[in-house]
């Protein structure tokens, strides 16, 4: 791969996790609103980049990076990721604790928040896994289908979400990324398949 090549797919990747974020600076969704809110808000949107990361990280999309890196990396970026979530579910119990609850226990009305409880719910499946993978003894094979399942639901429920909740993300950046998120993993699912049947 050519050095420019290598150039522009980095400035590619830090131009689609950071246009999001400046848009939703401009959001008129955060008037009137407290830095709680503010700040979890954000956390959802930058857990919706860190998820456009790890594929690319595993599959080894992104130049420059050693498969030690890529795997201490992907390990970095999957705790931050749960992170994101933890404190986006926190700060909003904190601003408005009835409808939270009513969430979590699939209460809520609203569909966009089943699909966000899914993927919250899946990512600590997937972290979990990662935490726990050497106590468990479950086959590596096993391991890897099990977390890449809880990985596919985390993705799907996250870009469903997104797209039906009318947050602080701009329409057209969201849509964009979501597409992203969802194209790269679909790419990596196929690629570990061929690698499979080799």
């Not at 830095?35 to 130049?63: C, D, E, R």
């Not at 096993?142 to 701009?170: D, Q, Y």
Request: proline share 7%.
């Amino acid at each position: 791969m050519n050095p420019t090549r290598k150039i522009l797919i980095w400035v590619a990747l830090t131009f689609a996790i950071t246009l999001p974020l400046i848009l939703a600076a401009f959001s008129p969704q955060l008037q009137w609103r407290g830095p709680i809110y503010i700040s979890a808000s954000f956390a959802a949107v930058a857990a919706m980049g860190l998820l456009f990361v790890q594929p690319l990280l595993i599959g080894g999309y992104l130049p420059n990076v050693s498969p030690p890196r890529r795997r201490q990396f992907h390990r970095a970026v999957g705790t931050l990721l749960v992170l994101c979530v933890v404190w986006h579910v926190v700060g909003l119990w904190l601003t408005s604790p009835p409808d939270v609850i009513d969430v979590l226990l699939f209460r809520s009305p609203t569909p966009f928040s089943l699909w966000g409880v899914a993927a919250m719910w899946a990512v600590f499946a997937a972290a979990l896994l990662a935490i726990f993978k050497r106590k468990l003894r479950i086959k590596p094979r096993i391991w890897r289908m099990s977390h890449m399942l809880f990985a596919v639901i985390t993705v799907v429920g996250t870009v469903v979400h997104a797209l039906l909740i009318e947050g602080i993300m701009e329409i057209f950046s969201k849509a964009a990324l979501g597409i992203l998120v969802v194209a790269i993993t679909a790419k990596l699912l196929l690629d570990m398949r061929k690698r499979a049947t080799r």
